[in-house]
């Protein structure tokens, strides 16, 4: 029993990275631009947050650092994406490209380098309940923060103004220009914004899930997180809900591994992407219901006056 | 301020030097680079332009290191001129390996001389069908190819993982994880004696030219072209899409496949855990820097190769990482994608 | 597109390619011979009578891995350090085990390199190939098995280094678990989980060993993931055959014990960390070294070292191990020095009931090698195994 209730710990944790992440995009692609560069831009904050907190031993400049250079990679991409009308597609991919390169690169005199080790959180008395207390209550800060982001942020995008202004550009950006929105402006500082969560999600990878830096060590999870917007037909609580179940299934292999289930391990190994197709496939084929809920201009570029 | 004037037209001009200032723009970026680094910006460039044509064996090795690149984003460019994102052309490579590995290693001694051809075919039949999935899901499910094809690349490298350390691992290998080399019956042909360039540079040459005719005297490769550009149009003029996005899949799991049975069975000569290299991807950037056409793409599949390649040699001569290639690819699509809005916009000063 | 308008403009490229290609042949000429770029300042070639050997070594990671590739490295620095101006040493790494290492490779000998050691079991064939055009280099391959008149390889007996770790690990562990992390079911990994085992069976027979598979050398987050994986299925002690200090770190936030692995991994996980099983390349480069200096190297041929030639030790022991097993530790790496002690002395059976090695016999060299199966007390089959 003990068992399943750290192994519910863990999924937790794991699916934390892939929902801040994905909810960054969400909001990326609820004002219509695909960022296909989350994948660098994680990678390029994760090392910013390392080493922001090797430099100062604090946690939460590292999370602002990542959130920071997250930003201002989105940034470039939002200018190039946005003003210039570059593909959006072909932007993302240089994006993610680059930012593996020069983390890469950058990255170099840092893998060597080791944190201080880590807090163990646990919340006072919901911490110490049989079974719940280790299965829920003993995770990060971070980890809570991302529900109640989940949760912020539909109310946001749902009963506020500038939400509904949002979703709006989103789905008829010449209507919002034409209302005197500046639409261009809100979709940078919503790519901006999606940028920086981006950056968290990196942020608390290096720093918190696997405290060390190494090239490449995002391996993947910005892709999934793309996945999962289209997977939670764009609102944030299916994101949430979506992100704890590949964290599930990425510790799942693991877990199966270890209890000597009799399968290969590169089948088990292949389970979170295999189960993401297979959900892209169901959620994908009913082109009503993907109309209904996919922001309308997601991915084409937006021209004022035409 | 800086205004953007829309052109009447298309700049003809800028459609082929964006590229050229956008590699201006990426070596100005890299001197800098170097010289921040405290190296020499000379020989940072002799070591990334010079040095990888010096020699008939670096020229040799700098085709064998494009030949993939080239095959892989003529595909590709099928796929984006149809505006289907292919980006899982590194799991198609894969599987065209893999099947390719498996004829060779079906094959005895005594194999007959056409074997290398079967070898290649496999690997076709492979790519393509790696990418009949992604077709299959986007045509019936409308599913996103970009994250399934990309999600199938994942996949696809866990086959390889399974069939090189179970059913395909070599027997007299001490258990490590590799198939028996491939006989030299099975091999693809090499060019010349002393270089590693091999009929893969042929049939990349020949694929340059099929693709011009494809995409320039077929009504098939204009169908899938007018899809990319004006979907309604297509609609409008009786062009399948469905058609178009089964063509373009098929056509770039085909040179994908191919890639990957060419390096297997050439350069490589086994199928090993470290077959993806990354190709699939690079190719994006070749497609693109060679503005998806065909003669274009020669050039820029030579010009990533020179990226690798002096890479690789600033290690061991300038002290500096391999990751600085990767840093060069994308500064490359970045400024190109940058350089390519002077196509359709003029830069304009006003006050 | 007319045909004058396409020409001009092909000829405006070509020429703005030749120039640039000229600018930077000029730049070339000025260069006299390519310097070997090693971060750490290699001797400035002395005007001493033979020219310094040059030697270069291909890496598999990075230098900064702190684990398999940064053990090679210290390995190069002690030839440094040994024969000074005598040497000049120089590396790259991040060489994937793929068709690009038979370039690099090739490179290394045309550069002048006189001695190449390749530093992972994928450069194996492209190492043969090279070598097979370059019978005046001497080229060195680890953990391999072919070898040539100017190859020859050499290899650790890390499972020295797992079973030391074992008797420490069966004294610690408090549930009878143990967590190994392990990297690609080869023989030498598995020879090494197996040990281990034994090991700790020595000082307690009731332990059990579970196994994860990350199927790869160097994943830190996949490291961790299996780390957490074991911990959650009860193994508080950790041992590892993966690269990175990823799995110490995991058991010092989750407040259990683990081990370094190739190099001294303290620093990493001070609270959790029980002892390090190193790798020390040192002693086997120097005496290829030499033997190339003096003329006596010759290929084929497999070197084997262990604790017996100062290849293998375990260190860092942590102050909180009993004196007793400290004391047992110390015997048994002694006994393995002078050849007295065998950790593969039979009876030995396997986790199916089958004896694989008879009463009091040892096990040899050959056996070990081609190794395919888990002992009794490893939990699993190994994957890909019929």
Known sequence: METYALLIASTLSAGTVLAIASLGLLINEKVGVLNLGAEGMMLCSALAGFAAVVATGNDWLGFAMGMLVGALLAGVFGILVIWLNTNQYATGLALTLFGAGISAFAGTAYVKETLAPRVQFALPWLGDLPWFGPALFRQHPLVYLTVAMAVGLALWLYRTRWGLVLRCVGENPASAHALGYRVRLIRLAAVMVGGALCGLAGAYLSVVYTPLWVEGMVAGKGWIALALTTFATWRPARVLLGAYLFGGVTMLQFHFQSTGVELPSQVLSMLPYLATILVLALISRNPQWIRINMPASLGKPFHPGG | ?351 | MTDLFKRSLFKTLALGTVAAAALVACGKKEEAKPAAAAPAPAAAPAPAKPDPLKIAFAYVGPVGDGGWTFAHDNGRKAIEKEFGDKVVTSFVENVPESADAERVIRDMAAQGNKLIFGTTFGYMDPMLKVAGDNAGVKFEHATGYKQGANMRTYDSRTYEGAYLAGLIAGKMTKSNTLGVVASIPIPEVIRNINSFTLGAQVSNPKVKTKVVWINGWFDPPKESEAASTLINGGADVLFQNTDSPAVLKTAETKGKRAFGWDSDMTSYGPKAHLASAVINWGPYYIKATKEALDGSWQGGGNTWWGVKEGAIDIVSIADDVPADTKAKVAEVKKGLADGSYSIWKGPITDNTGKVQIAKDTVADDKFLSGLNFYVKGVEGKIPGAK
């Open chain 2, 1 to 351: 301020m800086l205004r953007l004037e829309a052109r009447g037209q298309v700049s003809r001009f800028w459609t082929f030097a964006s590229p050229v200032l956008a590699l201006a723009i990426t070596v100005l970026i890299g001197v800098a680079l170097f010289m921040a680094l405290g190296k020499n910006p000379v020989r940072g460039l002799e070591v990334f332009f010079w040095l990888p044509i010096r020699s008939g064996y670096a020229l040799g090795e700098l085709l064998v290191k494009a030949t993939p690149l080239l095959i892989i984003a003529l595909g590709l460019s099928v796929c984006f001129r149809a505006n289907v994102w292919n980006i899982g052309a590194e799991g198609q490579y894969v599987l065209g390996a893999i099947f390719a590995s498996g004829v060779a290693l079906g094959a005895g001694p005594q194999s007959q001389s056409w074997l290398p051809a079967a070898v290649v075919l496999a690997g076709v039949a492979g790519g393509m069908l790696w990418a009949s999935i992604t077709a299959f899901l986007r045509d019936r499910f409308n599913a996103n190819e970009i994250l399934v094809s990309l999600m199938l690349v994942y996949v696809a490298i866990q086959v390889l993982g399974y069939l090189v350390t179970g059913p395909w691992k070599d027997p007299l290998g001490y258990n490590f994880p590799q198939s028996k080399t491939f006989d030299a019956v099975a091999l693809v042909p090499r060019l010349f004696t002393g270089s590693r360039v091999n009929v893969g540079a042929i049939l990349a040459l020949l694929g340059v030219a099929l693709l011009w005719v494809f995409l320039f005297r077929t009504g098939t490769g204009f169908a899938v072209q007018v899809g990319g550009l004006a979907p309604k149009a297509a609609r409008f003029a009786g062009f399948s899409a469905r058609r178009s996005i089964w063509v373009a899949l098929l056509v770039s799991g085909a040179c994908a496949g191919l890639a990957g049975a060419l390096e297997v069975a050439g350069p490589i000569g086994q199928l090993t855990p470290y077959v993806p290299a990354g190709y699939g991807f690079a190719a994006i950037i070749v497609a693109f820097v060679g503005r998806l056409h065909p003669v274009g793409m020669v050039f820029s599949s030579l010009l990533l190769s020179m990226f690798y390649i002096g890479g690789e040699m600033a290690q061991s001569r300038l002290g500096l990482t391999r990751s600085l290639t990767d840093v060069f690819q994308g500064l490359l699509l970045f400024s190109l994608l940058a350089c390519d809005t002077l196509l359709a916009y003029r830069v304009r000063w006003r006050r």
